[in-house]
């Protein structure tokens, strides 16, 4: 299971901790949120107790495995979760990997953003006959989704490809242009559920697919998210990893920790970092508490690298202002490792000869923690005993769990993103969309 080290978040270990009273003051606080959300069963816990959406996936196994790349068109949850799966279960040089060394399995690429230089070069380098599209749109409205969709629909039939045998949906069963298309033209589709936000998504057949695609094993993803969920629900604060995050962060928030860094000590791991900052922000920064008052809360959430970070944000982290909570994220197993050579008789690299890249990478977390600890930040640890299906699906659930109590101990809706909608507006009366003129209200500064 994976491990949770909150001392550094304590009073007792760190001067700017909270104390271990005040945690136990919302004990019964927290059990109340508990019963509700076993109670409620929201949509992100719902999925994981039913086969569907595994099975869903597993009916287009052979379909999918027919081709050599599978290139995942969405942003922001529709694409954040297949990024993380990929970076954080796959070899970073995977895509470069020839059929043999990825056992047949597919490449994975995931066109998010709308930069033309980064959709050219993903389209520039895979072949588009050997190439499976899945556009992933829960409102299948999405203005960068749908563009991305354009293009590689125009691509397929420049090449007299047909579209119905290059292209799934995965979308809401009933709404949305995707699913309209899809009616019309034959096209597979896949559910998103109605009731799972986008940011949650990541265990529906949004992160489902590339991750079967690669050779990902989604039945382990889906016991470590079960086992998180059960821990959550059955154990007491102390040992309630879900809860705890969710409470520490809210209690450092409110003595003005603003601020919450994941700094992963493992380059695949920081990509879950990337997957947390969308939950955490859209969840928790709200304007409005859910009986309607103006408070504009939530807490920034940063990503960070470790060691690399050492050289660039441990300074602030160190002395600036006291304004955060960080989060390490550590493994105990990396998959590979490397051996320091002794090349040199000389007493100042004697330290490192000899020794493994791992030691080093785990002894730089140790001192970066013991460093902040000195100084009275707080910090937390997630111990990764190994990097795998089971655990990255464990650290999933823990942490929409978290997101869920935090939602109800900060008083706001977690699910919804209202202050999303007007950017969308105006970006659609400055392209012309029929409706939106109104919100043109830009138009004066564009193009400088
Ligand atoms: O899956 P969709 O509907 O295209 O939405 C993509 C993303 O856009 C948002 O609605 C707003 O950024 C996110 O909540 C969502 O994950």
Redesign the pocket.
Not at 74 to 80: C, K, N, Q, V, W
Not at 136 to 142: E, H, V
């Given at each position: 299971m994976l491990k949770f080290d909150f001392s550094n978040t304590l009073k007792e270990n760190v001067t700017g901790g909270i104390k271990r009273e005040e945690i136990n003051s919302y004990e019964n606080k927290i059990n109340d949120i508990l019963s509700l959300i076993d109670k409620e069963r929201p949509g992100f816990v719902n999925i994981v107790f039913n086969r569907k959406w595994i099975d869903s996936v597993l009916d287009i196994k052979d379909f999918v495995h027919s081709f050599e790349n599978l290139v995942v068109v969405?942003?922001?949850?529709?694409?954040?979760g297949n990024i993380a799966l990929q970076n954080t279960l796959r070899p970073s040089d995977w895509n470069y990997r020839s059929k043999e060394e990825r056992n047949g399995f597919l490449r994975v690429f995931v066109i998010d953003n709308v930069d033309p230089d980064f959709v050219a070069s993903v389209l520039d380098r895979i072949d588009i006959r050997k190439t499976l599209f899945n556009v992933?749109?829960?409102?299948?409205?999405?203005a960068?989704?749908m563009a991305n969709y354009l293009i590689i629909r125009g691509l397929l039939e420049s090449y007299g490809l047909k579209p119905n045998k290059h292209i799934i949906f995965t979308?809401d069963p009933e709404k949305?242009v995707l699913r309209k298309i899809a009616t019309s033209e034959n096209i597979r589709t896949l559910d998103?559920p109605p009731e799972v936000?986008?940011?949650f998504?990541v265990l529906t057949c949004v992160g489902l697919v590339s991750a079967m695609a690669a050779g990902i094993d989604i039945e382990e993803l889906y016991d470590g998210a079960r086992t998180a969920y059960n821990r959550t629900i059955k154990e007491s604060l102390w040992n309630n990893p879900g809860a705890l995050i969710a409470l520490i962060h809210y209690l450092h928030y409110l003595n003005g920790r603003n601020i919450s860094v994941m700094m992963a000590y493992s380059n695949k791991l920081y990509y879950l970092a990337d997957w947390y900052r969308?939950l955490w922000a859209?969840s928790l920064g709200k304007a409005y508490s859910k009986d309607g008052k103006l408070i504009n809360v939530g807490q920034t959430p940063v990503k960070a690298l470790g060691a690399v970070d050492q050289h660039s944000q441990i300074q602030l982290y160190n002395e600036g202002p006291d304004d955060k909570i960080i989060t390490f994220l550590k493994t105990e197993k990396f998959e590979r490792d490397i051996k320091i050579p002794h090349v040199h008789n000389e007493e100042s690299l004697n330290y490192l000869q000899g020794k493994y890249l791992s030691q080093l990478l785990n002894s730089e977390l140790s001192g970066t923690e013991s460093a902040l600890a000195k100084n009275g930040r707080p910090s937390l640890k997630v111990i990764f005993p190994e990097i795998n299906e089971f655990h990255v699906g464990e650290f999933f659930m823990y942490y929409e769990l978290a997101t869920a109590i935090a939602g109800e101990l900060f008083n706001v809706n977690p699910y919804d993103?209202p202050g999303?909608e007007l950017g969308?507006k105006i970006t659609y009366a400055l392209m012309g969309r029929p409706g939106f003129e109104k919100f043109n209200m830009k138009q004066d500064n564009q193009n400088g």
């Open positions: 969405g942003i922001g949850g529709s694409a954040l992933i749109s829960k409102s299948g409205s999405t960068e989704a979308t949305g998103i936000g986008g940011r998504s969308q859209e993103q999303v969308k």
